[in-house]
C-alpha cells in the first residue's frame, strides 16, 4: 500500500494499491491497449484525432462539476467569449471525466445535457484500476460533437447538467469536470493548423511520467509564429508537479504553474466546495497558454512533457493551433482550381451554368476535404471563394 501523495489524500490519510492498471488509447482506437503503471510511463497516451487548415481560430472554456455546490455537484455552466461576431462555427466539442466504482459495461457519464439537448457522449478512454489519488476506482473519459447545438458565432452561457454524483469527495461517483472547445473562422483571417489528440492517461503516484508528441503542423517559415495549446486535463489542485512544452525554438516551463491548479473561466483556483469535507479544490483547468516562443519557423513538432511530484491528474486531449506559411492558402487555391477544372471540364456539355456551377461546388467541397492537403480538412470560406468564384463569372453552360 501507498500513501496518498495529492493534498485530498493527504487530508483524508486514505492509501491505494500499487498494482493498478490503465488504458490508454492504442492505434486502433480508444482503450485498444492497456498500459501497466508499474512502468509509470506514458509515451505517446494520446493518438492524433483530428488535422485541420482553417482561416480562424479557437476558443476553449470549461467548469468544475463536482466542486458547483449550486450546481449541486452534477451541473454548472461553461462562458464562451471573444469570438469575433461575423465568425462562424466550424465544430464544437465537449469533454468530461467521471471518477467512478462502476465498471466500463456500466457506461457511467455516458449521457448528459448540454444546452438543453440531451448528449450522448464517445468514450475517449476508460482507466480501470486508476483514478488520478482519488478513492474512486476508475476513471472514465467522454467527447460529444456539439456543434449543431451551438450557434455562430459561438460566444454564449451553455449551461451543462445530468452528470453523475453529486458535490462530495466520497461518492460513488465524482464528475471532475467539462470543458468546451469551439473552432471557427471568419473571413480574412489568416490561415491556422489546428491539430487534436485525444485518450485518457491516469497519473497516481510520484514518478509517474508522460510525454506527448505533437505532429501534423508546419509553421510559418519566417515572420513571428503564433502558437496555442489547448490541454484538457482533470484534477489540478495547489500542488507541485513537472510539466514543459518544448518545440524547436525552447521549452516553456509551466511546472507548478496555475495551468494546473484547478482554475476555469467559472471557478477560480480553491473557490470550490464539497459537502463532506472542507476543501475547496476544483479538480478541473481549462487555461489555453500561449505557447508561440517554443515554435520556431518551418517546425513541425512539439513535445509536452510531464512527472508527478505531488499532484496527480488524468490528460483526455490537447490541441495545438499554429499559424500556416501566408502563401499555402494562395497555393492551395491555384491547386484547387485546376482540380476542379479536371473534374467539371469548362468545354464540358452543361444543361446550363447552373449546371455546371452545381458541379464545380461538390468538386471543391470533396477537394478541401480530402484532396488539398492529404489528411487533412481545409475549412476556409475564403480559400473556396478563390476556387469557386472564377468558375461563377465564366460563361461555361450559357447559351
Known sequence: MKTFVALLLLALCLTIATDVQAQVPGTTGPSSRVLSLDAVTFDNPMTRTERLLVCGGAEMQGTPIAGNASGGGTSGSITIAGIPATAKVVEATLWWTVLTNSDEASQTG?????????????????????????????????????????????????????????????????????????????????????????????????GVTLTQTLTGFTANASGPVSATWYPVIGNGQVAPENLFFAGSASALDFSNDALLKGQTSEFAAQTCSYSDIGLTECYWDDRAPDVSAAIGNGSTLATVSYQVTADCHDFVAMQLVVSAEPGLADTICSVGSTYVDIQCPPGGTYKNHGAYMQCVAHAAEVFLASVAVPGARVVCEDIQSCIVNPKARSNVGKP
Open 110 to 206: 455516458k449521457s448528459i445535457t448540454f444546452a438543453g439537448s440531451p448528449v450522448t457522449g464517445t468514450q475517449v478512454g476508460f482507466s480501470g484500476g486508476a483514478t488520478p489519488c482519488f478513492p474512486q476506482a476508475n476513471t472514465v473519459a467522454w467527447k460529444a460533437d456539439v456543434t449543431s447545438l451551438v450557434s455562430s458565432p459561438g460566444n454564449g452561457i451553455y449551461a451543462v447538467s445530468g452528470f453523475p454524483g453529486g458535490n462530495q469527495i466520497l461518492g460513488a461517483n465524482f464528475t471532475e469536470g467539462t470543458t468546451l472547445k469551439i473552432v471557427w473562422q471568419d473571413e480574412g483571417v489568416p490561415l491556422k493548423w489546428d491539430v487534436r489528440y485525444e485518450g485518457l492517461a491516469v497519473s497516481t503516484s510520484p
